[in-house]
């Protein structure tokens, strides 16, 4: 039968001490991080009357998730290093371990309270962040201008066609230059045959329709043979313009803007299409929606060892390895996302190199430590 374990008083006593010191260290860095540059900002939008107070609420409100997702793996390990720290110094540790508490039956409280944690932030990832970034997108009316190129591919994976949009707003294309390609090959690219330059454009799922054309055709030696204007015309049929059309729609959109399944498709059609760079860059983000919560676990844990202290042991030192944790972590996110857009080393393991080097550190402090 299973046996349910039985919540002593150590570990609410564990429990609502580590709560209070991990808010506290939340609340500082969401303040810290919020006053300065974006509250002057807010500040002086609404001094101009470009938001109302209302809406500058919302701005700030929304910026809190942000914030959060960053809060969360620092508050745990402030708040569980604070915490036992104090314990050591009071020399309730000392107490603890004459009564028989093993290290596991310890930290058996902070390990519930760092899966919470956890999984908040998850979720603040996957949903709350992009529904704030799709809030203040609708506060600051964002006109997104979007400059793309496409290439069609045939069977063997070579270029037929290129679409280069210069200018694609609310639903419209402006200066479209449209590219075909013939069977003849040069050392490095296909023979080029007409260039067709539209005015206008409207993208479709199942054609792109291209207005007000100049055709170009061009000989074998590379001339202009002739010049015809067209009214309009369609490319990139059935698959080839949903997919074109949904790239266009999600190219300038940041990681944080999509929830967890809606990255998992635009990396999906980012491998479809043989985009493999981006691919890279975003399985990795991908990758890290779900390294980065179990990240709190490991900086709580990291947390609890170096408040493992001796009584008249400086503060000071653990607090510094603390901050130096934190800050060595956050400073190298974006060389391992260059590692992995670049394919030096697969998404996998830039997304999880970090948690592992967390553990690391635990089983590195905790055999000099000799707790």
Same mark, same amino acid.
């Given at each position: 039968?299973?046996?349910? &374990?039985?919540?002593?008083?150590?570990?609410?006593?564990?429990? =609502?001490?580590?709560?209070?010191?991990?808010?506290?260290?939340?609340?500082?860095?969401? /303040?810290?991080?919020?006053?300065?540059?974006?509250?002057?900002?807010?500040?002086?939008?609404?001094?101009?009357?470009?938001?109302? &107070?209302?809406? +500058?609420? $919302?701005?700030?409100?929304?910026?809190?998730?942000?914030?959060?997702?960053? +809060?969360?793996?620092?508050?745990?390990?402030?708040?569980?290093?604070?915490?036992?720290?104090?314990?050591?110094?009071?020399?309730? !540790?000392?107490?603890?371990?004459?009564?028989? !508490?093993?290290?596991?039956?310890?930290?058996?409280?902070?390990?519930?309270?760092?899966?919470?944690?956890?999984?908040?932030?998850?979720?603040?990832?996957?949903?709350?962040?992009?529904? =704030?970034?799709?809030?203040?997108?609708?506060?600051?009316?964002?006109?997104?201008?979007?400059?793309?190129?496409?290439?069609?591919?045939?069977?063997?994976?070579?270029?037929?066609?290129?679409?280069?949009?210069?200018?694609?707003?609310?639903?419209?294309?402006?200066?479209?230059?449209?590219?075909?390609?013939?069977?003849?090959?040069?050392?490095?690219?296909?023979?080029?045959?007409?260039?067709?330059?539209?005015?206008?454009?409207?993208?479709?799922?199942?054609?792109?329709?291209?207005?007000?054309?100049?055709?170009?055709?061009?000989?074998?030696?590379?001339?202009?043979?002739?010049?015809?204007?067209?009214? =309009?015309?369609?490319?990139?049929?059935?698959? =080839?313009? %949903?997919?074109?059309?949904?790239?266009?729609? !999600?190219? @300038?959109?940041?990681?944080?803007? *999509?929830?967890?399944?809606?990255? $998992?498709?635009?990396?999906?059609?980012?491998?479809?299409?043989? !985009?493999?760079?981006?691919?890279?860059?975003?399985?990795?983000? %991908?990758?890290?929606?779900?390294?980065?919560?179990? /990240?709190?676990?490991?900086?709580?844990?990291?947390?609890?060892?170096?408040?493992?202290?001796?009584?008249?042991?400086?503060?000071?030192?653990?607090?510094?390895?603390?901050?130096?944790? /934190?800050?060595?972590?956050?400073?190298?996110?974006?060389? *391992?996302?260059?590692?992995?857009? $670049?394919?030096?080393?697969?998404?996998?393991?830039?997304? @999880?190199?970090?948690?592992?080097?967390?553990?690391?550190?635990?089983?590195?402090?905790? $055999?000099?430590?000799?707790?």
């Amino acid at each position: 039968m299973l046996k349910i &374990p039985t919540i002593k008083i150590y570990d609410r006593y564990i429990f =609502s001490q580590i709560f209070a010191a991990t808010f506290i260290a939340i609340l500082l860095f969401t /303040v810290v991080w919020i006053a300065p540059e974006m509250l002057l900002k807010t500040i002086e939008k609404t001094i101009s009357g470009t938001y109302t &107070p209302e809406m +500058a609420a $919302k701005v700030l409100i929304c910026e809190i998730p942000k914030i959060l997702g960053k +809060a969360f793996p620092v508050g745990l390990l402030l708040g569980s290093l604070f915490t036992f720290d104090k314990l050591s110094k009071d020399f309730e !540790l000392t107490i603890f371990r004459a009564v028989g !508490l093993s290290f596991k039956r310890i930290i058996a409280p902070v390990l519930v309270f760092s899966a919470i944690i956890t999984v908040l932030c998850f979720i603040t990832y996957d949903k709350f962040i992009p529904r =704030s970034e799709s809030v203040l997108s609708r506060i600051n009316n964002k006109q997104v201008t979007t400059q793309y190129i496409y290439t069609e591919k045939n069977e063997k994976n070579q270029p037929e066609d290129y679409v280069i949009v210069s200018k694609y707003e609310d639903g419209r294309m402006y200066d479209v230059l449209y590219l075909t390609f013939g069977e003849r090959r040069y050392t490095d690219i296909h023979e080029l045959n007409n260039i067709y330059h539209a005015k206008t454009g409207i993208p479709g799922d199942d054609k792109w329709v291209l207005n007000d054309i100049s055709l170009y055709e061009i000989t074998p030696d590379g001339i202009f043979k002739e010049t015809q204007h067209l009214n =309009s015309m369609e490319i990139l049929k059935d698959e =080839s313009a %949903y997919n074109a059309h949904r790239l266009m729609l !999600l190219a @300038t959109k940041k990681d944080r803007e *999509f929830t967890n399944s809606e990255l $998992k498709n635009y990396v999906q059609l980012l491998k479809k299409e043989g !985009l493999d760079e981006e691919q890279r860059f975003m399985l990795n983000k %991908y990758y890290q929606r779900f390294s980065h919560p179990f /990240v709190c676990v490991a900086l709580a844990i990291l947390g609890v060892i170096l408040g493992f202290s001796k009584p008249r042991e400086q503060r000071v030192i653990g607090f510094t390895i603390a901050i130096g944790c /934190v800050f060595a972590y956050y400073i190298t996110l974006p060389f *391992f996302d260059m590692l992995a857009e $670049k394919g030096v080393l697969p998404p996998i393991l830039t997304a @999880t190199i970090p948690l592992f080097a967390f553990m690391g550190a635990i089983w590195a402090f905790y $055999k000099s430590k000799e707790i």
